[in-house]
C-alpha cells in the first residue's frame, strides 16, 4: 500500500523558494562631496559597518571598498579606530582632480561576530579544521574546501565573516557528499552568488542564517555530512525526501531547533533514534521517515517529544513492542507505524492520544491480541488501519464513538463476533474492509452512512440476509460479499444503485432468481459475480441489456450438469462466464 503522505499533504518544500534580496547585504552606491585639485582627505575614522564616501575628486581616483558585510560581521563601537589612525588617501573618483578619499579602516580583530578573522592570505584549512575537524585528502571535505579557497578569492570582506565561511562550506559539503554535480536541479549552487538568494532550495531568515533546506526528489545521493550540522546551527526545516541518501542519521543533527525533519523514502539505515535525536524533543514537531532501513525498537523515551504531531515511521524494519509510552504524546495526530516488525499488542495507551487523526499501524504480521476498548477514546480519529495484525478478540462496541471516522480497515486477521449495530452513528464513513476474518452475525445496517463508497465484509461467516437498504445508497461503488453463508433472496430494488460499479456475491447460500432491472438502474455496473449459490431461474433481459454498455462481467452459474439443464439460464451472448452452482431451491 503507498505511503499516505501524498493525500496528507502537498510539500511545500517541492517548491523552489524564492530568491530574498537581503536589505543588509546590497551595496550601498558611492557618495561624495566635491573634490578640489590636490584636496586633503579626512581624518576622521568613518564607522566601520559602513562603506567609505568618496568625494567627486579628480579623474582615475580610488575608492575603498564598497560591499558591505552582513549585519552579523559589524564591528562594533568599541573596536573604532582612535583618531590618531593616519588614512592614506587615494585619488578622488570622477570630477575633479587630485580629490583624497578614504581607505577602509582596519577591521576589528573578532570579525563583528566574537570569531576569529580569516587571513585570505593564511592558511584556510587550518582556519576550517579548527571548526570542523580534520580534512583528508580525496574526501568531500578537501572538494568543499578547494572550492571554498576558490570562493573567497579577492574576497577582502568575506574573508572577515567566519559566518560567512562556516555557512558556506557547510552547504559546499553537502553538496560534495551527495553527487552535487547529478542532482536535478543545481541553480545557484556554488556560485558566487548568497546562497540566501540563488541557491536552490535554501532559505534563510532576515540575518542570512540558513533555516530551510528543501531538495526533494532531487537525485541526492551518498551521505548527509555532519558537517551540515556543524556549520549551520539554525535549522527549522529540512525536507529531502524521495532521494537515494544513505547511511546514518549524522551526529550534530540535534544542534539546530528543528521543527520538521522530512527524510522519507531514501535508504537511510541503523538507528534513527540516536542520543542527539533526543536533543529535538523540545522543537520537533513533524518526523518524516517512512520508507528507509531503520532497525532497532521506538524506546520509551519517544515520550520526551512533547511537541510531536506527526511520526512517520512505516516501511522499516522496527521491531519490538510499540511502548506504552507512545501514550504520552499528548499532540500527535498522524501515528504511521505500518509495514515494520513490531510484535505484541496495540497499547492501550493509544486511547490517550486524543487529538489523533490518522493512526496506521497495518501490515506488522508478529503483532496479536486485540483491538483496545479504548480506541473509542479517539474522538477526532478519522482513519483506522489496522489490517494484517493478527488480531483477535470482536471488535470493541466503543467504536461507535469515532464520530469522525471515515476509514476502517480491518481485513485478514482472526476478528471474531458480530460487527457491532453501534457502526451505524459512523454517518460520516467512506471506507469500511473487514475481509478475511471469521466475523458473523448480520450485515450492519449503514444506510445512514451516505457517504460510504466501499464495503467489503467478504470471507468471513456472515450469515443474515441482504438488506434492501445496501442498494439504495447513494455513493456506493464496490459491493463485495462474496465467501459468506447469506441466505435469502437478492432485493428487488438491487438495480436501484445507480453508483454501484461492482457486486460480488458469489460464494453464499442465495435463492430464488436475479430480479430484473431498468435502465438507466445500474447504470455504472462493470461487473456483477453471483455465482456459487442456489439461484435458479432465467438471466433477466434487462441485466443481459447492459452487456452492451459497461458490463464487463456476468457470472452466474450457467454451466449444464451432466443430462440436466443449467441451474440458471444465460441467453446467448449474456454472461461472460459460467459456473457450477449449489443446486437451485
Not at 501514550?327 to 513490531?342: D, H, P, Q, V
Request: net charge positive; with cysteine.
Amino acid at each position: 500500500m503507498p505511503s499516505p503522505k501524498g493525500a496528507c499533504m502537498a510539500k511545500e518544500a517541492s517548491k523552489t523558494p524564492k530568491s530574498k534580496s537581503s536589505k543588509s547585504s546590497k551595496t550601498p552606491k558611492s557618495k561624495g562631496g566635491k573634490g578640489g585639485k590636490g584636496g586633503k582627505g579626512s581624518s576622521k575614522a568613518p564607522k566601520a559597518s559602513k562603506a567609505n564616501k568618496r568625494g567627486k575628486g579628480g579623474k582615475g581616483g580610488t575608492n575603498a571598498s564598497s560591499s558591505k558585510s552582513p549585519k552579523s560581521s559589524k564591528t562594533p563601537k568599541s573596536s573604532k579606530s582612535p583618531k590618531s589612525t593616519k588614512y592614506h588617501g587615494g585619488k578622488g573618483g570622477k570630477g575633479g582632480k587630485g580629490g583624497k578619499g578614504h581607505n577602509a579602516p582596519t577591521p576589528s580583530p573578532d570579525g563583528g561576530n566574537g570569531k576569529p578573522t580569516v587571513d585570505c592570505t593564511g592558511n584556510l584549512r587550518s582556519i576550517v579544521e579548527a571548526i570542523f575537524g580534520n580534512i583528508s585528502s580525496g574526501t568531500y571535505q578537501e572538494d568543499a574546501l578547494v572550492w571554498l579557497q576558490s570562493d573567497l578569492k579577492d574576497n577582502v570582506v568575506k574573508c572577515n565573516d567566519s559566518s560567512y565561511i562556516t555557512q558556506r562550506y557547510a552547504l559546499a559539503t553537502l553538496h560534495y557528499s551527495t553527487g552535487g554535480s547529478n542532482w536535478i536541479n543545481t541553480n545557484g549552487w556554488l556560485g558566487r552568488g548568497d546562497e540566501c538568494d540563488s541557491w536552490f532550495g535554501v532559505i534563510c531568515d532576515d540575518n542570512n542564517q540558513v533555516t530551510k533546506l528543501a531538495l526533494p526528489t532531487n537525485n541526492l545521493t551518498g551521505i548527509l555530512p555532519e558537517e551540515l550540522f556543524a556549520g549551520i546551527t539554525t535549522f527549522t526545516s529540512i525536507e529531502i525526501f524521495s532521494n537515494n541518501l544513505s547511511g546514518g542519521i549524522p551526529s550534530g543533527i540535534g544542534n539546530s531547533p528543528l521543527r520538521v525533519l522530512d527524510i522519507e523514502k531514501n535508504n537511510f539505515s541503523g538507528n534513527l533514534f540516536i542520543e542527539e535525536i533526543f536533543d529535538l524533543s523540545g522543537s520537533l514537531e513533524e518526523l518524516f521517515a517512512s520508507f528507509n532501513g531503520f532497525t532497532g525498537s521506538i524506546p520509551s523515551r519517544i515520550s520526551k517529544f512533547e511537541n510531536l504531531k506527526s511520526l512517520w515511521l512505516a516501511r522499516n524494519e522496527f521491531s519490538g513492542a510499540i511502548p506504552t509510552q507512545i501514550g504520552a504524546l499528548s499532540s500527535m495526530e498522524r501515528l504511521y507505524l505500518y509495514g515494520n516488525k513490531f510484535d505484541g499488542q496495540i497499547p492501550t495507551e493509544i486511547g490517550n492520544l486524543s487529538k489523533l487523526r490518522k493512526l496506521h499501524l497495518y501490515s506488522n504480521t508478529n503483532m496479536s491480541g486485540p483491538i483496545p476498548a479504548s480506541i473509542g477514546n479517539l474522538g477526532k480519529l478519522e482513519d483506522l488501519e489496522l489490517d494484517t495484525m493478527g488480531l483477535t478478540g470482536n471488535i470493541p462496541d466503543s467504536i461507535q464513538n469515532l464520530s469522525e471516522l471515515k476509514t476502517i480497515r480491518a481485513f485478514e486477521n482472526d476478528l471474531t463476533g458480530a460487527i457491532p449495530a453501534e457502526i451505524r452513528k459512523l454517518k460520516k464513513l467512506v471506507t469500511v474492509e473487514l475481509h478475511n476474518n471469521s466475523l458473523n452475525g448480520d450485515i450492519p445496517d449503514l444506510s445512514e452512512s451516505t457517504n460510504l463508497k466501499r464495503l467489503d465484509l467478504s470471507s468471513n461467516e456472515l450469515n443474515g440476509q441482504l438488506d434492501a437498504k445496501l442498494f439504495e445508497m447513494p455513493n456506493l461503488r464496490l459491493l463485495y460479499l462474496f465467501e459468506n453463508k447469506l441466505i435469502g433472496g437478492i432485493p428487488v430494488n438491487f438495480g436501484g444503485s445507480t453508483s454501484l460499479r461492482d457486486i460480488y456475491l458469489y460464494d453464499n447460500l442465495l435463492t430464488g432468481e436475479i430480479p430484473d432491472v431498468i435502465d438507466p438502474s445500474l447504470s455504472n455496473l462493470e461487473e456483477l459475480i453471483v455465482s456459487q449459490n442456489k439461484i435458479g431461474g432465467v438471466v433477466p433481459s434487462g441485466i443481459c441489456g447492459f452487456r452492451s454498455t459497461n458490463l464487463d462481467t456476468l457470472r452466474v452459474d450457467c454451466t449444464p450438469l451432466s443430462g440436466q439443464p443449467p441451474q440458471v439460464v444465460c441467453a446467448q451472448n449474456c454472461c461472460t462466464s459460467c459456473r457450477i452452482g449449489k443446486g437451485a431451491a
